[in-house]
Nanobody, 124 residues
Framework: QVQLVESGGGLVQPGGSLRLSCATSGFIFDFYAVGWFRQAPGKERMFLAGIRWSDGTTSYAFSVKGRFIISGDYARNVVNLELNNMNAEDTAVYYC?????????????????WGQGTQVTVSA
């Protein structure tokens, strides 16, 4: 019954910005953290950012810190990811995930629930 649905992906020019959204439903009280990952063809799934549901504490991968921003709209059970100053290396499928762990984990294996992903393409 737990569902995560991503939206907001698409084609963006280099230097442009996007805002991705993750709509959550089900046992939200069991979500200790909600996070964003991305995976390019032939590469491993990479942690981008996470937010603790209880207090809003955030965690970022060093490679995107200062460029990507994660935020939560708790009344609507939505988590957003702002992607700024984008470049071709940001082209990937972006996934929303939820974790039952108290610590935001980097490894995808520690996240229990996943959305279907949304494609982001950066091209001129």
């Amino acid at each position: 019954q737990v569902q995560l649905v991503e939206s907001g992906g698409g084609l963006v020019q280099p230097g442009g910005s996007l805002r991705l959204s993750c709509a959550t439903s089900g046992f939200i009280f069991d979500f200790y953290a909600v996070g964003w990952f991305r995976q390019a063809p032939g590469k491993e799934r990479m942690f981008l950012a996470g937010i603790r549901w209880s207090d809003g504490t955030t965690s970022y991968a060093f490679s995107v810190k200062g460029r990507f921003i994660i935020s939560g709209d708790y009344a609507r059970n939505v988590v957003n990811l702002e992607l700024n100053n984008m470049n071709a290396e940001d082209t990937a499928v972006y996934y929303c995930a939820a974790s039952n762990r108290t610590v935001i984990a980097i490894s995808p294996s520690h996240w229990a629930y996943w959305g279907q992903g949304t494609q982001v393409t950066v091209s001129a």
